[in-house]
């Protein structure tokens, strides 16, 4: 699976919308961009995901480029309860493995008052 | 939230003592994972499942065993607890996913288990 690049952390306004950018350069064809994000002492929650085409859903928005080497995870209206960290995972869906994901550093996203 | 449940939840075991913790699921998904989260680590896979009685290692394998005799459940065992695998631990599931699918794999609560 292809490996991603996070900025390790990054603030937002309360309000405003948060940007996180993934970087993925060695992304192939078949591989989707999934976002999770976790917060403090629970289990990770998945967000979106997507393979070519922007995505959006009652959580975020979701842009990926068109050589698909980045994506940036959109938080429309960043609340106090945004903060965790969020992670950006390319996999590619392998028949007897179903959906292993190999999580890397994230980013921990701070939405400050 | 996906119907996942584990337990114990909280769990002090003594070093070289037996521990299974639990993973029970209600969605009647295919695929099981059991992950453990350390500090500058991330999430790291430890075994996986397919279906009933099938299994297979992950990235940290070592010193854990697995089973699943029914669908729903999905217990990872530490054969003689160690220091080092005091972590919280995570138990996840996901559907059948053929290639050029993109399903969901959810996540439980965690399990957070001490070793002393």
């Known amino acids: 699976d292809a490996k991603t690049t996070q900025p390790p952390s990054m603030d937002c306004a309360e309000g405003r919308a948060a940007n996180l950018p993934c970087n993925h350069s060695?992304?192939?064809?078949?591989?989707?961009v999934y976002w999770y994000r976790q917060i403090h002492s629970q289990g990770p929650q998945y967000i979106i995901h997507?393979?070519?085409n922007n995505e959006t859903n009652e959580m975020a928005s979701l842009i990926i480029t068109e050589d698909r080497k980045s994506s940036t995870l959109i938080l429309p209206h960043a609340t106090l309860r945004d903060t965790a960290v969020y992670y950006c995972i390319v996999r590619v869906a392998r028949n007897n493995a179903g959906n292993m994901l190999t999580f890397g550093g994230g980013t921990r996203l701070m939405v400050k008052p | 939230d996906a119907g996942i449940t584990q337990s114990p939840r909280h769990k002090v075991t003594e070093t070289g003592t037996p521990v299974t913790l639990r993973c029970h699921q209600t969605e009647n998904h295919r695929y099981m994972y059991w992950y453990r989260q350390d500090p500058g680590h991330g999430l790291r896979l430890i075994h996986y499942?397919?279906?009933?009685?099938?299994?297979d290692k992950g990235e940290v394998s070592d010193g854990y065993s697995v089973s699943r005799s029914k669908t729903e459940d999905f217990l990872l065992t530490l054969e003689s607890a160690t220091s080092s695998q005091t972590s919280v631990y995570f138990c996840?599931?996901?559907?059948?996913?053929?290639?050029?699918?993109?399903?969901?794999?959810?996540f439980g609560e965690g399990s957070w288990l001490t070793v002393v």
């Open positions: 996840a599931i996901s559907d059948s996913a053929g290639a050029g699918s993109g399903n969901t794999i959810y």
């Open positions: 997507g393979l070519k």
């Open positions: 499942s397919y279906g009933v009685k099938d299994t």
């Open positions: 060695t992304i192939s064809g078949n591989e989707y």
